[in-house]
């Protein structure tokens, strides 16, 4: 059974910075492509940042030069290094994951964490 967990989420002020950390287990990890997503009150879920399997990466408008998405495949850990944070990237992040299914890919993200609340006060 795929898991993520999320961490590294808390409260800073607008110009600071925060890591999130999602430890994977269950599967081999990032065998299909991962990424970060982000929910804030009354808003839809938006896409932050994704890094494929190959390690090929992709950012939001809203956090390119800002967000940097790594990983440690020796530690089954997907990283949101946050830099230059404003008011607006308050929300709840969540890590996602294609967990293939009977050795396939599925094409989306279909594994969530639990989340992690990132607060951004100005």
């Known amino acids: 059974q795929v898991q993520l967990v999320e961490s590294g989420g808390g409260s800073v002020q607008a110009g600071g910075s925060l890591k999130l950390s999602c430890a994977a287990s269950?599967?081999?990890?990032?065998?299909?492509?991962m990424g970060w997503y982000r929910q804030a009150p009354g808003k839809e879920r938006e896409l932050v940042s994704s890094?494929?399997?190959?390690?090929?990466?992709k950012y939001a408008n809203s956090v390119k030069g800002r967000f940097t998405i790594s990983q440690d495949k020796f530690k089954n850990t997907l990283f949101l290094q946050m830099n230059s944070l404003k008011t607006e990237d308050t929300a709840m992040y969540y890590c996602?994951?294609?967990?293939?299914?009977?050795?396939?890919?599925?094409?989306?993200?279909?594994?969530w964490g639990q989340g992690t609340q990132v607060t951004v006060s100005s």
């Open positions: 890094i494929s399997r190959f390690g090929a990466t």
């Open positions: 269950g599967y081999i990890f990032n065998s299909c492509g």
């Open positions: 996602a994951a294609d967990a293939p299914r009977d050795g396939f890919c599925r094409g989306e993200h279909n594994t």
